[in-house]
């Protein structure tokens, strides 16, 4: 076993996890394809600073939508999109926000984003808050991971037992590695010892062959006596 066998393990766990977890590694994109906002919070007459942002996330700034009772409708390659990113069936707690100078910002709207919200054929979902906002969202690949969460809720045995075969999995490799990392570090330890004992057999045969030398007086500088 060789240390270049640890890249090879490695790839091993990751095909074996895309293959029984592709929600793993598959981002469903979502843009921001209308908007349309009843009202603003600040007193003083000004352009609204509008924003959205998930819970733990960067803030996505809206530039283009500055009045309100008046609907914008984007293309979903503006520079600030996309406005999110669905990573599995777990949902996001989001919302639109509008900046307020002096005090916390005040909110539109607050709710849960779920793959399983986008349920129209091409990935479109509306969300509507009375006297507040009035948003179309688009994202076609949230369509299979909503499926796989309709499929997550009817088959919890199924789910669990995905579960455990993961648990087995990386355990198994985790305790792979660790079996290489030792062996390799036992070999190498027993080599350098080989040639540690080596050189001091090497030195002892050579102090005796001096030692024998001056014995018999046939040392390298007897003949100046």
């Known amino acids: ?10 790839l091993l766990l990751y095909l074996v996890l ?11 994109v979502v843009t921001l394809n209308s908007i349309e906002i009843f009202r603003t919070h600040e007193w003083l007459p000004s352009k609204p600073t509008v924003y959205f942002q998930c819970k733990g996330e960067n803030e ?30 777990k949902c996001k707690r989001c919302g639109f926000y509008e900046k307020d100078i002096l005090l916390s910002d005040d909110v539109f709207d607050e709710w849960e984003v779920c793959a399983s919200d986008f349920k129209s054929p091409e990935g479109k979902y ?12 688009l994202c076609p690949d949230c369509i299979s991971l909503g499926s796989a969460s309709s499929n997550h809720s009817s088959e919890p045995s199924r789910s669990h037992s995905r579960t455990h075969l ?26 350098k010892r080989k040639r540690q004992q080596e ?22 500088l007897r003949h100046m006596v």
């Not at 809206?62 to 669905?86: C, H, R, T």
């Not at 993961?166 to 570090?185: K, Q």
């Open 18 to 28: 895309v293959t029984l977890f592709p929600e793993l590694t598959s981002a469903a």
């Open 199 to 220: 050189q001091a057999k090497f030195l002892k045969l050579f102090e005796e062959g001096d030692e024998l030398d001056d014995e018999l007086g046939i040392g390298p």
């Open 126 to 137: 509306i969300h509507f808050k009375e006297k507040e906002l009035n948003a179309t969202f």
């Open 60 to 89: 996505t700034f809206l530039p283009d939508v500055e009045e309100k009772n008046v609907p914008y409708a984007f293309k979903g390659v503006e520079s600030w999109q996309p406005l999110m990113e669905i990573h599995d069936i």
């Open 166 to 191: 993961l648990l087995i999995i990386v355990v198994s490799v985790l305790a792979f590695c660790i079996c290489i990392v030792g062996v390799v570090a036992a070999c190498k330890y027993w080599e």
């Open 1 to 10: 076993m060789t240390p270049r066998r640890g890249p090879r393990v490695l």
